[in-house]
């Protein structure tokens, strides 16, 4: 009888104790596809062109006159311009035409790269005045304020 009741109490302990999983096996990564290619369909090199075009055609920088080629998928984009932030839009636009990759060879002017130094220098000035220091450029109003 106490055989029985030891086995018991043993079954008891061991059914209250938490039970123990065996480690998680690692899964290989799965290779992501981007979620663009997703949700659209494959389309033709000459309809990804024909959409990047009219993106262009429809937006301010069409003035740049960018030359588009579109292979495989991937946008070729050239020309010049001489304000920075058009590169960036024309590679934006282009993958939103299509694309699945862009190579941008959009060269911007020294003339637009020299002004951006300077206007970032003018900011990185700014940024270090400190809220005591006078201003070089005090208005009545401003002056009046402190």
């Known amino acids: 009888m106490a055989a029985i009741a030891a086995l018991a109490v043993a079954a008891l302990a061991a059914g209250s104790a938490p039970a123990q999983s065996p480690p998680a096996k690692a ?6 596809t981007p979620a663009r290619a997703q949700k ?6 000459a309809a990804i062109e024909a959409a990047i075009r009219a993106k262009f ?3 301010k920088i069409h003035e ?12 070729t984009i050239e020309g010049r311009t001489n304000i920075i932030q058009h590169k960036g839009v024309a590679t934006r636009m282009a993958r939103t035409g299509g694309a699945v990759a862009v190579n941008n060879r959009i060269q911007i002017d ?3 790269r020299a002004n951006a130094a ?3 220098e003018q900011g990185r000035r700014r940024v ?13 109003s401003t002056a009046a304020k402190r």
């Open 118 to 120: 300077a206007n970032l």
């Open 110 to 112: 020294d003339a637009a």
């Open 64 to 75: 740049d006159k960018f030359q588009i080629r579109v292979q495989g998928g991937v946008a």
């Open 27 to 32: 899964t290989p990564k799965q290779v992501l």
């Open 40 to 45: 659209q369909p494959m389309q033709s090199d």
């Open 57 to 59: 055609a429809k937006s």
């Open 128 to 140: 270090q005045i400190k809220r005591g220091d006078e201003r070089s450029q005090d208005t009545p």
